[in-house]
């Protein structure tokens, strides 16, 4: 049927990643399909940073020509959006004392990393001491950040059992922060701590700080392989393997990684991140590293399904696609809350969904 | 835009709903550039989506031009803009003036190319509604109309076929000489057209601009530029006719 012809193409933007040069081999339809698939997968930044480069069919169409101005001035349009909550971030906590960390991709943004290029930024997270959570609360308050409606479980949900608090929405630009205390949920199996996180955090301008290199890409990990949704975050795998490979530059970055996985107790997402960023994108990473990260690896048996769950959620992975990616969503789960509380947490959840919205 | 089997700038479907809930209630989602960004409506308003979407993908995803709401005519290579609000008798005028002699360009966007200043034809057909159907039916009775229709706002409306040359000519850009703010008022007399001070017609404009935020200095630049090089002016009037007079003597070359 004609209209899967014009849908997003996410197998060429896949083979796109691992080869950049092979977009200038597509036909002009075919590029635009796997621009469509970047956008989608806000990898739009990314893909943007290719056509920089040169990476575009020639003999472009004239339409084509439009089509890539307006994603040049989406991505710059994120961009630019980020920077500035960033902007507003800084005059909130000016002066206050509290130590603020920006996490993931307003990080990358702040610190003008790769990954941070024409960045489409959905939620600020931000990683304060919990000690200061309620003085975080009354600055973003003051600055214009409000909490949303929620029902006792929700605020239960967040306060006792996360690692963050309940986003808070600025009545204006109803821009969200999400603001943490540590970096995977108290109900967690692995803890790490946050106070290591504030000691080697880095500046990135006027009073604001971004993690240091090896917890960034730890923090990614962990986010991906333990506490996210594997499923369709083929853009976090990117974030990892450009981090990686702008951090690798660094002889000292590799010893550092190691060290601070083992800190941190973030040695199994450290090894599926080398691991699936080696596998998909080639990510340069030495071998005295493999070799070490060898013994954060799971039992066999663990790594074969997990190998078999991964492969099928990225893009084109079959029809069991969706069953892997429930799958993983539940480990997510399992990983993240003891037994019981998983089953009626994903109970209530399913059953929300029924539930007709306000 | 295009025909589906040969991409161009937007790709638009309208597709049914899967599932159980088709058997009881029918509804048709927007698929624009193969994502679905909207929630399904009724599919009995499919066609009034159609439109919808065209101008969602023109106002939010052409961001190669500034896009203001304006309707846009053009006579001896100099486009005259007429910017304002719904209801202010935009297109009624554009109509008008489109049967007048001036070459149609749209009666909804004016595109203008940030880096030549231009803008770009866009010649779809002309939504008129109310009493501005006969109007413009007692002004053109050769012109082909739609059959009438009742919008989302209860409003009696049809669409005029633009003119064969405009559309061959959709290709032809020109560079804008005038700027007017038209304002219908009912039983106004005289017709009344007074220069704007530059400052206001910005404003006037980035009030009036789907994409000027997306465009960041861009757009702040193009619109600057823009009423620099255009003249700019306020046009009341109550009488389609003197309207006419009024602009023809005001661009008269």
């Known amino acids: ?358 | 835009m295009a025909r589906a089997d040969d991409p161009g700038h937007f790709d638009i479907a309208i597709v049914s709903s899967g599932g159980v809930r088709r058997v009881w209630r029918r509804q048709a989602n927007l698929v624009i550039n193969g994502a679905r960004p909207f929630l399904p409506l009724p599919a009995d308003i499919a066609g009034a989506m159609f439109e919808w979407a065209m101008n969602w993908c023109v106002g939010n995803r052409a961001l190669a031009w500034v896009s203001v709401h304006a309707a846009v005519v053009e006579r001896h290579g100099r486009a005259l803009i007429l910017s304002a609000e719904s209801g202010a008798g935009k297109s009624t005028l554009c109509a008008a003036l489109a049967l007048a002699g001036w070459r149609l360009f749209s009666d909804e966007f004016a595109l203008v190319d940030p880096s030549t200043l231009t803008v770009a034809p866009l010649p779809r057909p002309v939504s008129l509604k109310e009493a501005s159907i006969e109007v413009i039916g007692r002004r053109a009775p050769d012109a082909v109309f739609s059959r009438e229709g009742i919008d989302i706002e209860h409003h009696r409306f049809v669409h005029m076929r633009p003119p064969s040359d405009s559309v061959a000519r959709a290709a032809q850009t020109a560079a804008p000489r005038w700027i007017v703010f038209p304002r219908y008022v009912a039983g106004r007399a005289p017709t009344t057209i007074a220069p704007l001070f530059k400052a206001h017609a910005l404003m006037r404009l980035v009030d009036q601009s789907f994409n000027y935020n997306n465009l960041g200095s861009s757009g702040f630049t193009t619109v600057a530029d823009l009423v620099r090089r255009s003249e700019c002016y306020v046009l009341e009037y109550g009488d389609l006719d003197d309207a006419l007079a009024a602009l023809d003597s005001m661009t008269a070359v």
């Not at chain 1, 960034?216 to 594997?230: C, R, T």
């Not at chain 1, 080639?282 to 071998?287: I, K, L, N, S």
């Open chain 1, 1 to 358: 049927m004609r209209r899967f012809d014009l849908a997003p193409d996410y197998g060429r933007l896949a083979g796109a990643l691992r080869d950049p040069a092979s977009l200038e081999r597509l036909s002009a339809s075919e590029f635009s399909r796997a621009m469509d698939a970047a956008q989608d997968a806000r990898l739009l930044g990314w893909f943007v940073a290719q056509i920089d480069t040169g990476r575009i069919p020639q003999h472009a169409p004239p339409w084509l020509g439009d089509r890539v101005a307006t994603a040049r001035t989406l991505a710059a349009e994120y961009e630019r959006s980020v920077r500035w909550e960033i902007d507003r971030l800084q005059r909130a906590f000016l002066g206050s004392g509290v130590t603020w960390v920006l996490l993931k991709g307003a990080g990358y943004v702040a610190a003008g990393l790769e990954p941070g290029r024409g960045r489409r930024v959905a939620d600020i997270d931000i990683l304060v001491p919990e000690d200061d959570l309620p003085r975080t609360e009354a600055l973003l308050h003051g600055a214009g950040w409000e909490f949303g409606e929620l029902d006792p479980y929700d605020t239960r949900y967040y306060r006792e059992w996360m690692h963050e608090i309940p986003p808070m929405v600025h009545r204006e630009r109803r821009s969200v922060v999400d603001v943490h205390h540590a970096i995977l949920p108290r109900t967690s199996r692995l803890k790490p701590s946050s106070a290591r996180l504030f000691e080697r955090a880095v500046p990135a301008g006027a009073e604001l700080r971004v993690l240091a290199p090896a917890h960034m890409v730890l923090h990614g990990a962990a986010h991906l392989f333990h506490d996210g949704e594997i499923a369709g975050a083929i853009r976090d795998v990117v974030d990892l393997d450009q981090l990686l490979r702008r951090f690798g530059r660094e002889e000292s970055f590799w010893p550092d990684l190691a060290r601070e996985a083992a800190a941190l107790g973030l040695t199994r997402p450290a090894y599926y991140a080398l691991r699936y960023a080696r596998e998909w994108f080639g990510t340069p990473v030495p071998d005295a590293v493999i070799e070490e990260s060898a013994r954060w690896a799971p039992p066999a048996p663990l790594r074969r399904l997990m190998d078999a769950l991964v492969r099928r959620t990225i893009p084109g992975g079959g029809s069991m696609s969706q069953v892997a990616a429930y799958t993983l969503y539940v480990r997510s789960h399992w990983l993240r809350m003891p037994p019981l509380q998983v089953a009626r947490h994903l109970a209530r959840k399913s059953l929300r969904r029924y539930r007709p919205t306000p």
